[in-house]
């Protein structure tokens, strides 16, 4: 099964500073989708973006981006301009397109705001 | 666009009992999925349904955690006899098609198992 990594259980940020969390994964898969969620303390996960592996360029959604190096399997999402609202759980996934289309998810990064 | 609604939101019960979770996906979505969260881990899956027939539930632990999905609707996962190791949130998830690359969530059931 596919496996992915999330190497910082905590992070920390000034506001209106920018912050990157990590994310790297393994697969065998040539084709799959990967995704960065937020998990706020109300539990619903939102998505915040997403990537598609065969596309080279990286996803950008207004403040959030993400740094995709498929041959180095490393996914991580910057925070720019980070605002208190951006304070959450941050999950990383992996959607395989052969496997039941199932989501693989990290162990979190949860990360705080300071004002 | 109403979202995915679980209920209850907290669930606090004592080993052995028996516990129910129900789940109302995004109308229309076909796709649904039953996700258990413990403290500090991210979603396992535990069961996917497309309309009503189960396409993956390898990991759901058959001998006490059961669920249905009779009109192709709605979802309820039960739980019976309950562990203290089941303590965790519940989430419930929709997608429009087994494709669709975006999953919405529902807020999830907290279960403490005592």
């Known amino acids: 099964a596919q496996t992915v990594t999330q190497s910082q259980p905590e992070m920390s940020v000034q506001e209106a500073e920018t912050v990157t969390l990590s994310c790297t994964y393994d697969t065998s898969e040539s084709d799959y989708y990967l995704f960065w969620y937020k998990q706020p303390p109300s539990r619903q996960m939102i998505l915040v973006i997403r990537q598609e592996a065969y596309k080279q360029q990286n996803a950008t959604e207004n403040r959030f981006s993400v740094n995709f190096q498929k041959a180095a399997k490393s996914f991580s999402l910057k925070i720019s301009d980070s605002q208190l609202g951006d304070a959450a759980m941050y999950f990383c996934?992996?959607?395989?397109?052969?496997?039941?289309?199932?989501?693989?998810f990290g162990t979190g990064t949860s990360l705080t705001v300071i004002p | 666009e109403a979202g995915v609604a679980q209920s209850p939101r907290y669930k606090i019960i004592e080993k052995r009992q028996s516990v129910a979770f129900w789940c109302n996906p995004i109308?229309?979505?076909?796709?649904l999925y039953w996700y258990q969260q413990i403290l500090g881990q991210g979603p396992k899956l535990l069961i996917q349904f497309q309309n009503n027939g189960v396409v993956d539930d390898s990991q759901l632990p058959k001998d006490r955690f059961s669920a249905e999905r009779l009109k192709g609707v709605d979802s309820t996962l039960k739980i019976q006899p309950a562990k203290l190791e089941d303590s965790a949130v519940y989430l419930c998830a929709s997608s429009s098609r087994p494709t669709n690359e975006k999953l919405f969530f529902g807020s999830g059931t907290q279960l403490s198992v005592l």
């Open positions: 109308s229309g979505h076909a796709t």
């Open positions: 996934a992996y959607r395989s397109l052969i496997t039941g289309n199932q989501f693989y």
